[in-house]
């Protein structure tokens, strides 16, 4: 795909003007953008003044970036780092802001060679890193029911069953390559529907993207990290654009803004100092005129806290109920 200058498509930053609201950076603030991508948000933070740490997972990325840190030769620092470790790169004095844009990006997507994508032909690989178990390791080597549970828990497929069983008769013959290979599967297996609004094969590539990245996991200590790395009356602002993320954003609030007392495995009602207060509505999505233009943006959901001057509390994953995965064979090696 290419753009009218014939360049390639670029990502077009999500719910930018209600981000820039929530982040409010201005001179003398130090923003951590913990998914640099193209730089969208990046470069608006810095536009209004603010100093930058950006990171980004993506090789890719970081290298795409480098004509934007000469650019602002100072004031922005562009780091390969996973955003669960953002806490690493904070100062001692703390962070102003933190803003992440969960999910993959254009330029990851429109790279057939990254694999993302089942409309076009790429290695099955879904690595944002591009180091690791690759899309094809867990299709080619998991067990059956270890299958059947990444696409019910991670991808919400109601055909999980029979999607897996498909591809375990079909691997037998000849271990799946390409992307188009699992997208045709899926196809045959499960064909389109006239009201279906989405590709047969969506929820499980998008399973399998969530899985090898360990989105969520991933999303959950970058949280945490926050917590940490934040200044008192610091800000953090999240972006999703499925359930499952939201979610997880979602209990975090909850659970640090002091009312949600106790747990599911500690049901005693108690008080505890909210680390973070509400910024502004509980959720906001995007104008219908966004959504018009962008259609990513539909399904965009952004939450926003203040940080307070409570000390963090403990790491606990289990504040989420994450899809339990612990369990699954293993498949390196
Ligand atoms: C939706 S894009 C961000 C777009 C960006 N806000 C912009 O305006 O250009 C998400 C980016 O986050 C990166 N990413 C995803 N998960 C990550 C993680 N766990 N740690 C660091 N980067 C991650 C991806 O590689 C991708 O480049």
């Known amino acids: 795909m290419t753009d009218a ?35 969208g948000y990046t470069s608006a933070i810095l536009a209004a003044g603010a100093d930058v740490i950006a990171l980004d997972r993506d090789p890719t990325a970081i290298a795409a970036g480098q004509a934007m840190v000469a650019t602002h030769s100072g004031h922005l620092t562009l780091v390969q780092s996973q ?28 790279e057939a060679e990254r694999g993302f994508s089942f409309s076009k032909t790429g290695p099955l690989d879904m690595r944002m890193s591009a180091s690791g178990v690759s899309a094809a390791d867990v299709v ?13 828990l991670l991808g919400e497929e109601k055909q999980a069953p029979r999607i897996a069983h498909a591809i375990e008769k079909r691997r037998a013959e000849a271990p799946f390559v390409t992307t188009r290979d699992l997208a045709g599967l899926i196809e045959v297996v499960t064909p389109r529907k006239a009201k279906d609004k989405i590709h047969p094969a969506t929820r499980v590539f998008q399973a399998l993207r969530i899985f090898v990245n360990d989105e969520l996991g991933e999303l959950a200590q970058a949280l945490f990290a926050a917590e940490r790395a934040l200044k008192p009356g610091g800000r953090l602002v999240v972006v999703t654009f499925h359930s499952l993320e939201d979610r997880i954003v979602k209990k975090f609030f909850s659970d640090r803004s002091g009312r949600a007392a106790g747990s599911r495995h500690m049901p005693m009602v108690q008080e505890r100092a909210a680390t973070f207060d509400a910024i502004g509505k509980a959720v906001i999505s995007a104008s219908d ?8 943006a539909r399904s965009a959901k952004l939450r926003a806290g203040l940080r307070t001057s409570a000390p963090a509390e403990a790491a606990d994953l289990s504040i989420f109920d994450l899809p339990n995965l612990a369990s699954l064979g293993k498949l390196g090696g």
Not at 289 to 296: C, G, L, M, V, Y
Request: hydrophobic share 50%.
């Open 140 to 152: 080619n080597r998991a067990k059956l029911a270890d299958l059947i549970r990444i696409f019910v």
């Open 289 to 296: 005129a966004e959504a018009e233009i962008n259609p990513r």
């Open 83 to 110: 955003f669960s470790q953002l806490a690493d790169q904070a100062p001692a004095g703390g962070l102003d802001g933190v803003v992440l844009d969960i999910g993959v990006s254009s330029m990851q997507l429109d």
């Open 5 to 39: 200058d014939g360049g390639p498509v670029r990502h077009i930053p999500v719910l930018l003007k209600e981000v820039l609201e929530a982040l409010a950076p201005a001179p003398g603030k130090l923003i951590l953008d913990g998914t640099f991508g193209a730089g």
